[in-house]
């Protein structure tokens, strides 16, 4: 057997065994990713149990009654307080309806996939959350860590605007 064909047995041999490994550690991912999909599944199934004043990002906001007094906001991780329609200019003033989606602060990713969704003001995002049925991870390009992101970046916002007044 010359050294060419000795050569290609070898990188053969290399190649199956790496085949080997990447089949082992498909058959893993798989398992996790049933796993995952199962708990996903079931956070969704919850989610949809929730009633619309416990969805997180307007929890204890009364977005029927125009001066509608919410409860104490909660907390997201890190001590983040959830935005607060209490935070917001007088309910009487729909001023706050028309701030643009750009100007609340959201990362790039977040701020793309609420303009694609048609959102473009923070009435649009409201409107959208507010029949209770449907939630920021509806939105094409938003998972659970772009939800968040939204959440941390609407306290910040209605924080600010509440200090500026």
Do not use: C, N
């Not at 498909?26 to 004043?53: C, F, T, Y």
């Not at 938003?142 to 968040?148: D, L």
Request: aromatic residues 4%; charged residues 30%.
């Amino acid at each position: 057997m010359d050294e060419t064909t000795k050569d290609l047995i070898a990188v053969q041999k290399e190649a199956d065994s790496a085949k080997q490994a990447y089949l082992a550690a498909k058959e893993v991912a798989g398992d996790k990713k049933k796993a995952w999909e199962s708990r996903q599944a079931e956070v969704s199934e919850r989610i949809r149990d929730l009633s619309a004043d416990t969805t997180p990002l307007f929890k204890g906001i009364d977005l029927t009654t125009p001066g509608g007094v919410a409860a104490p906001a909660p907390e997201l991780a890190d001590g983040v307080a959830v935005p607060s329609m209490a935070d917001a200019p007088a309910m009487d003033s729909e001023e706050w309806r028309e701030t643009s989606i750009g100007a609340i602060g959201f990362r790039d990713r977040e701020h793309k996939s609420l303009l694609l969704a048609g959102m473009k003001t923070l009435g649009d995002l409201t409107d959208f959350l507010s029949d209770g049925q449907r939630q920021l991870t509806d939105i094409a390009g938003v998972g659970a860590k772009g939800e968040e992101a939204i959440e941390v970046a609407l306290a910040e916002f209605w924080t600010k605007r509440r200090k500026a007044r």
